[in-house]
T-cell receptor, first 114, second 115 residues
């Protein structure tokens, strides 16, 4: 079974803090993704990575950065957290395989920025 | 651009069938997906259908695909209270000139099952 884990289930931070969200997958997947999920807006893609040290902007990258130093780990960084970044953050991974984009999700991190 | 549309809410009684509908835009999608999200949890792959199929059945789940109308549906037979969750439809879109890459998700349909 694919396992995607996220470092925290719940996180409370203050405005202006630097926040690290970690995601680890154990299935040697090439692709990894960070989404945020907000009521009424569904899932929105922040960043994704298709290989180590590679990253691509998604639909809403502003205020975020990412790091992929190892294949199994994809980190989302909030350089200076703001209250509008309070959200549920979901990490996912997928295998690089023609025609099959199945993404496997972690349990999510619920972030509250005060 | 690519878009996936689905209704936001569905309410059914326990034992009835639920049908969640979805429309998508990318006709080149090879696979279409249904994910389930229970409260406070991440998304769990429920089922998927290959684009050259019209129907896929998996126990209580039936997926119907109408490629001409770009319409996908998920039918849950004998719906149980444990089926209460948000259901997301997703289509794949190419990253670079049609090669494999991302999924585009609908906003999710919240299914409420009344006892």
């Amino acid at each position: 079974d694919v396992k995607v884990t996220q470092s925290s289930r719940y996180l409370v931070k203050r405005t202006g803090e630097k926040v690290f969200l970690e995601c680890v997958q154990d299935m040697d997947h090439e692709n990894m993704f960070w989404y945020r999920q907000d009521p009424g807006l569904g899932l929105r893609l922040i960043y994704f990575s298709y290989d180590v040290k590679m990253k691509e902007k998604g639909d809403i990258p502003e205020g975020y950065s990412v790091s992929r130093e190892k294949k199994e780990r994809f980190s989302l960084i909030l350089e200076s957290a703001s209250t509008n970044q309070t959200s549920m953050y979901l990490c996912a991974s997928s295998l690089y395989a023609a025609g099959d984009e199945t993404q496997y999700f972690g349990p999510g991190t619920r972030l509250l920025v005060l | 651009g690519e878009d996936v549309e689905q209704s936001l809410f569905l309410s059914v009684r326990e034992g009835d069938s639920s049908v969640i509908n979805c429309t998508y835009t990318d006709s080149s999608s090879t696979y279409l997906y249904w994910y389930k999200q229970e409260p406070g949890a991440g998304l769990q792959l429920l089922t998927y259908i290959f684009s050259n199929m019209d129907m896929k059945q998996d126990q209580r789940l039936t997926v119907l695909l109408n490629k001409k109308d770009k319409h996908l549906s998920l039918r849950i037979a004998d719906t149980q209270t444990g089926d209460s969750a948000i259901y997301f439809c997703a289509e794949e879109v190419g990253l670079y000139g049609g090669s494999q890459g991302n999924l585009i998700f609908g906003k999710g349909t919240k299914l409420s099952v009344k006892p």
